[in-house]
């Protein structure tokens, strides 16, 4: 006898597509009780309503378990084609004057990053 407290987990058994289809035929027959039948296999009633409703959908169907096939691939191997080279590109020189309500003069000569025009003008 276990002592108050403790609790045993039961491991679930897996039962194969074949055993699934067995209980739900014995439990589609005429007069069978579902309640019953679930008790005589270890299972839930809900389990074998469940599967009643898979079965019905032809979703345990022996067809349905097999393995999955693979399809035959072929590889074809394709001659690497290099990109063609990308043109350099030379970087525009010019220059950028802001001036700010006659006060401020900002000149950026050359390269200008639009990144760090926006930093200098948010700060």
């Given at each position: 006898?276990?002592?108050?407290g403790?609790?045993?987990?039961?491991v679930?058994k897996?039962?194969?597509?074949?055993?699934?289809?067995?209980i739900v035929?014995?439990a589609l027959?005429?007069?069978?009780?579902?309640?019953?039948?679930?008790r005589?296999?270890?299972l839930?009633?809900?389990?074998v309503?469940n599967?009643?409703?898979l079965?019905s959908?032809?979703?345990?169907?022996?067809e349905?378990?097999?393995?999955?096939k693979l399809?035959p691939?072929?590889?074809e191997?394709?001659?690497v084609v290099?990109?063609?080279a990308?043109?350099?590109?030379?970087?525009s020189?010019?220059?950028i004057?802001?001036?700010?309500?006659?006060?401020?003069?900002?000149?950026?000569?050359g390269?200008?990053?639009?990144?760090?025009?926006r930093?200098v003008?948010?700060?």
């Amino acid at each position: 006898m276990e002592a108050p407290g403790v609790f045993v987990r039961q491991v679930r058994k897996r039962r194969s597509t074949a055993e699934k289809r067995l209980i739900v035929e014995q439990a589609l027959e005429p007069g069978a009780s579902v309640a019953r039948v679930a008790r005589a296999h270890g299972l839930n009633a809900n389990v074998v309503f469940n599967w009643r409703r898979l079965y019905s959908e032809g979703k345990l169907s022996v067809e349905m378990t097999q393995a999955v096939k693979l399809l035959p691939v072929s590889i074809e191997e394709r001659e690497v084609v290099d990109p063609p080279a990308e043109e350099a590109v030379t970087p525009s020189c010019g220059s950028i004057h802001i001036e700010l309500r006659g006060k401020v003069r900002i000149s950026v000569e050359g390269h200008a990053d639009p990144a760090a025009i926006r930093a200098v003008l948010r700060g």
